[in-house]
């Protein structure tokens, strides 16, 4: 195990909220335990150790901050166009 491993999770419902938010941060056995639950339910890993440094800061159900839009807005698309090579339904709508 990685005590210093970090990881968050993060939720986007276009049709329900304004802005994606914190689901779930971890670190350590949480943050694997994350990462594991993830890979269970087939859902896109990013790893980028500045976005979750920055994203760490904040409480699960906070919603991000407008700073970061555009990196988790780039995220998403990236997201979504993986998805859709994988032939799944798409799951968010801009």
Known sequence: ?????????LEYDAQ???????TATGRGIVAENIIKKAEENDVFI????RLV???MQFQVGAEIPEELYEIVAQILVFVESVDREKGKEERFKF
């Open 16 to 22: 329900r909220q304004r802005v994606p938010k914190i």
């Open 53 to 55: 440094k920055e994203l």
């Open 46 to 49: 990013y790893e980028d150790e």
């Open 1 to 9: 195990m990685d005590k210093n491993k970090k990881a968050l999770a």
